[in-house]
């Protein structure tokens, strides 16, 4: 059984090459195009596999796969001192904490 492919593919149409593009963003440059999205996705799988070998051969770094990776969940933002203030009184009128208030809204 084959392994599952461990990296994301956006698949978008392009009217200007009237077809479906598929791009691998966490493989720099590596993109595909095909008729049906299903195509397009075998395509790019076999583009992200040539990208790989590629890499390997120039000893290149391959980046691991996001959904292989670990994240903590906490990052930093810096936001505009007015933006701030008036996120912190959202918060506080909902009675809820500004990181509440912010998660929620980039949930949606």
Known sequence: MAEPFPYRIVIRWSDEDSSYIAEVP????????????????????????????????????????????RYSGKFVVRVPPDLHRELDFEAKSQKVSLNRLVTLKLAS
């Open 26 to 69: 966490e493989l720099p440059g590596c993109m595909a195009d095909g008729p049906t999205p299903e195509a397009t996705t075998k395509e790019a799988k076999k583009a992200a596999t040539l990208w790989i070998e590629v890499a390997k051969k120039e000893k290149r770094e391959i980046p691991q796969p996001i959904d292989n990776r």
